[in-house]
Nanobody, 123 residues
Framework: QVQLVESGGGLVQPGGSLRLSCAASGSIFSINHMGWYRQAPGKQRELVAGVSHDGSTDFADSVRGRFTIFRDNAKNTVTLQMNSLKPEDTAVYYC?????????????????WGQGTQVTVSS
């Protein structure tokens, strides 16, 4: 099995910054894509930012230019740096990892989620 452990988050004033980190551990064979999603009350979960193994990134239009994402392939970690935060960024943020893991000498598809961390942007 594979576990994702998130850290960071909290309360910040508009215009402030936060950093979220996520570490994957367990029976990992490879991780193709790591990303951060968020879900606000009453809304669907949406992709915030993602990064592939080759370093290519994708961002939601609402965060492009304010958020950056980077990963350490050797450590299986991904970090989301959030700057110029706005009240509409308030949500629970989830880390996701997709790839392959091994169990019982077989490879299986990996699509694992972290437990979620609250980000609140408010004055």
């Amino acid at each position: 099995q594979v576990q994702l452990v998130e850290s960071g988050g909290g309360l910040v004033q508009p215009g402030g910054s936060l950093r979220l980190s996520c570490a994957a551990s367990g029976s990992i064979f490879s991780i193709n894509h790591m990303g951060w999603y968020r879900q606000a009350p009453g809304k669907q979960r949406e992709l915030v930012a993602g990064v592939s193994h080759d370093g290519s990134t994708d961002f939601a239009d609402s965060v492009r230019g304010r958020f950056t994402i980077f990963r350490d392939n050797a450590k299986n970690t991904v970090t989301l740096q959030m700057n110029s935060l706005k009240p509409e960024d308030t949500a629970v943020y989830y880390c996701n990892a997709q790839g392959l893991y091994y169990t019982s000498s077989r490879l299986r598809q990996l699509d694992s989620w972290g437990q979620g961390t609250q980000v609140t942007v408010s004055s």
